[in-house]
């Protein structure tokens, strides 16, 4: 008998076994989520309810799509495009501008010498350890002096700024990056800015991949913000349409007059799925560019 291989093995099965054990704890609530948004009224009040659909439907589906929207009232699937529309549309706008501004600032941080870098530098690492809820008053003020609430535009630039997080992340990256590379580029005669955008910036892909799914996964899930800054509701982003569809739901629910509780489901679902997706299709180059970005 080869001992010291059954001895891999067995380890090799159960470090399996509790990694399964672990991702099992963010598998579970998604898998219950997804076959709740299929059951029928019937299996909500079971005795010994089950984690699949015995028999699945798509009323959950069906209702949300075409009755239940704003008020109650019967705006379906258009008014479900438009909370898909506002969150594509922030979420994207503000994940392309903080990539583009984090990079541009990473650099300047991590490779260019001016007076006060060290010090600005940290000035905002410390602004990444104040909380939220402490900066929301004034940031008010400022929107509603610079005549900002309720427009995409003014919840795109707040989506935007404070990203302590990603310049932190960029200007890792760029210090993790061989310095004999860039010396080659200035003794063939090229500048600062033919340095980053023509060497630097391709090198750094994956720590600019890294920072734009992070924005995307937090600003597709905002809710503080967008239920501060935003009031007309074809302007509000997914999920805080949701909440209140969901809200609705709950009320329908309460009078007996919901198909089912799994229009709840179905609603938490539609939110969280677009995310889920990007961190899958994703998951490879959030690996590479958190293992190059946390070097330190």
């Not at 028999?55 to 109650?72: A, D, K, L, Q, S």
């Not at 941080?109 to 900066?135: E, H, N, Q, S």
């Not at 960029?170 to 090229?190: C, H, T, W, Y």
């Not at 509701?233 to 949701?242: E, H, N, S, V, Y």
Request: charged share 15%; proline share 4%; hydrophobic share 50%.
């Amino acid at each position: 008998m080869n001992l010291p291989r059954i001895n891999k093995t067995i380890k090799r099965v159960l470090l399996h076994v509790c990694l399964i054990l672990i991702a099992s704890f963010g598998i579970f609530p998604f898998i219950w989520t997804t076959g709740s948004s299929f059951k029928t009224l019937e299996e909500f009040y079971e005795l010994k309810p089950s984690l699949l659909p015995r028999n699945p439907t798509v009323m959950n589906y069906v209702y949300v799509f075409r009755g239940i929207g704003e008020g109650g009232q019967s705006s379906g699937a258009a008014y479900m495009l438009i909370l898909y529309r506002n969150s594509i549309y922030t979420t994207v706008v503000s994940t392309l501008l903080t990539v583009a501004i984090a990079s541009l600032a990473g650099y300047a941080f991590a490779r260019l010498k001016f007076r006060g870098r060290d010090a600005i530098f940290y000035f905002f690492i410390v602004l990444m350890f104040l909380p939220a809820g402490g900066t929301l008053m004034a940031l008010y003020t400022l929107m509603r002096t610079l005549k900002l609430i309720d427009k995409l535009w003014g919840l795109i630039l707040v989506y935007t700024g404070g990203g302590g997080t990603a310049l932190f992340l960029m200007r890792q990256i760029f210090l993790n990056i061989p310095s004999e590379i860039e010396d080659a580029a200035k003794v063939d005669g090229a500048n600062s800015l033919r340095i980053a955008f023509q060497i630097m910036f391709p090198l750094a892909t994956a720590g600019m991949v890294l920072v734009g799914i992070m924005k995307f996964m937090g600003g597709w899930s905002e809710f503080i913000l967008p239920q501060t800054f935003i009031r007309s509701a074809d302007k509000m982003t997914l999920p805080i349409g949701m909440w209140r569809v969901t809200t609705i739901a709950n009320n329908l629910a309460q009078a007996r007059t919901l198909p089912s509780p799994g229009v709840t489901y179905t609603v938490m679902l539609l939110v969280v799925l677009p995310a889920v997706l990007v961190f899958v299709f994703m998951q490879k180059w959030f690996i590479r560019g958190a293992v190059e970005g946390l070097k330190l």
